[in-house]
T-cell receptor
Framework: LAKTTQPISMDSYEGQEVNITCSHN???????ITWYQQFPSQGPRFIIQ???TKVTNEVASLFIPADRKSSTLSLPRVSLSDTAVYYC??????????FGTGTRLQVFP | NAGVTQTPKFQVLKTGQSMTLQCAQD?????MYWYRQDPGMGLRLIYY???????DKGEVPNGYNVSRLNKREFSLRLESAAPSQTSVYFC?????????????FGPGTRLTVT
């Protein structure tokens, strides 16, 4: 199972771009990289998923280098409502996914 | 679509009592999951069901049983609750698109065992 390492916490200000990097050195060939967002007292919410290069949706971008040993979640122009915990998960199928403690993002006015 | 629903939202049990947490999804997903989340921690997988009629253990199955009643419903039972089972319990289901997948979570059940 691919273990992930991400910063415990990050601070930012409204309007800034936030990049959260996740390290996954032992990622397997068939593993996808998935990011979730969790607000207090709510279940996690899927943000974005990718296999290689760059993926973009209406919420975020995911950058994956060629060796796939790390990935970076990019949140453009964050707002106060982006304050949450962000989880990086790596795996082929969901029953093998392991949630770590995530990155606690605090956005200040 | 209601997505993933869970009942009850809150529950307080005494040590040794039993209860069943209910989960249902209306998205026609095959796979369903039960997680627990302790304060300040990530989610840990308790049990999962890859399809109707099958269940498998996750990381922390001890003290729990599950039933995949049909494609929609996946219940989690605590036979003899212990204070260590105080946690927030999340149910989830997964949509597979080719090799990619997206997991949908319910709102959670907050359980306190005294």
């Amino acid at each position: 199972l691919a273990k992930t390492t991400q910063p415990i916490s990050m601070d930012s200000y409204e309007g800034q771009e936030v990049n959260i990097t996740c390290s996954h050195n032992n990622i397997a060939t068939n593993d996808y990289i998935t990011w979730y967002q969790q607000f207090p007292s709510q279940g996690p919410r899927f943000i974005i998923q990718g296999y290689k290069t760059k993926v973009t949706n209406e919420v975020a971008s995911l950058f994956i280098p060629a060796d796939r040993k790390s990935s970076t979640l990019s949140l453009p122009r964050v707002s106060l409502s982006d304050t949450a915990v962000y989880y990086c998960l790596v795996g082929e199928i969901t029953d093998k996914l392991i949630f770590g403690t995530g990155t606690r993002l605090q956005v200040f006015p | 679509n209601a997505g993933v629903t869970q009942t009850p939202k809150f529950q307080v049990l005494k040590t040794g009592q039993s209860m069943t947490l209910q989960c249902a999804q209306d998205m026609n997903h095959n796979s369903m999951y039960w997680y627990r989340q302790d304060p300040g921690m990530g989610l840990r997988l308790i049990y999962y069901s890859a399809s109707e009629g099958t269940t498998d253990k996750g990381e922390v199955p001890n003290g729990y049983n599950v039933s995949r009643l049909n494609k929609r419903e996946f219940s989690l039972r605590l036979e003899s609750a212990a204070p260590s089972q105080t946690s927030v319990y999340f149910c989830a289901s997964t949509l597979f698109v080719g090799r990619a997948y997206e997991q949908y979570f319910g709102p959670g059940t907050r359980l306190t065992v005294t």
